[in-house]
């Protein structure tokens, strides 16, 4: 189980990227949550859920779907996210894959300032890269963010440090692509 501590002035969380299940897991739940937070600040969640909020809807109206993430600190879902193991020409054993990310009202809406949404950004990210590491192993990783601006908070990963995780980091856009250190891959087998 990874977890990850997310500091601050004015918080301490440990966050960890589980599955997504019922029942306080579920994406209904989560949305409940969710519409909670954005209310709070007088937004319609009809409107604003409208449009992002479909892919997982679509994926879950059979119930929980394996492939769905949330980033949660015990009491509250920060963030969630698809994640998949599978095959691509371009790399010689499996990849994991995340995308669709989509954050708590908590992120857009400004109840977090921009510090605390990097530090939750960065704590999905390592949850991701635990995944790689444990129950979904992979050597690759293919990460979508939000946005390219999302970017800036993984920059310092692309220069190559004595004792780095990743032997490959890049970012093009509002993708990251990273490949892990052999060794790393090694102990974890």
């Known amino acids: 189980m990874m977890f990850v501590v ?59 779907h394996p492939s769905l993430y949330c980033l949660s600190d015990g009491e509250r879902i920060h963030a969630a996210c698809q994640v998949s193991r599978l095959m691509m020409s371009k790399f010689p054993s499996p990849i994991l894959r995340a995308r669709f990310i989509l954050v708590s009202p908590v992120y857009e809406l400004g109840i977090a300032d921009a510090g605390q949404y990097a530090q939750m950004m960065v704590a999905l990210f390592s949850g991701i890269v635990w995944l790689s590491r444990d129950t979904m192993s992979a050597s690759h990783i293919r990460f ?35 490949s892990l250190m052999e060794e790393e891959m090694a102990e974890t087998a």
């Open 6 to 64: 997310i500091s601050s002035i004015n918080f301490w969380l440990v966050m960890r990227l589980l599955p997504m299940k019922e029942p306080d897991r579920s994406w209904r739940s989560i949305k409940g949550q969710w519409k909670k937070d954005a209310e709070s600040v007088g937004e319609d969640f009809s409107t604003f859920s409208t449009g992002s909020f479909t892919a997982y809807d679509g994926l879950t109206k059979d119930g929980d």
């Open 144 to 178: 979508f963010l939000k946005s390219p601006g999302d970017s800036q908070y993984f920059a310092a990963l692309q220069a190559s440090t004595p004792g780095a995780l990743f032997s490959k980091f890049t970012i093009d856009g509002a993708l990251i692509e990273c």
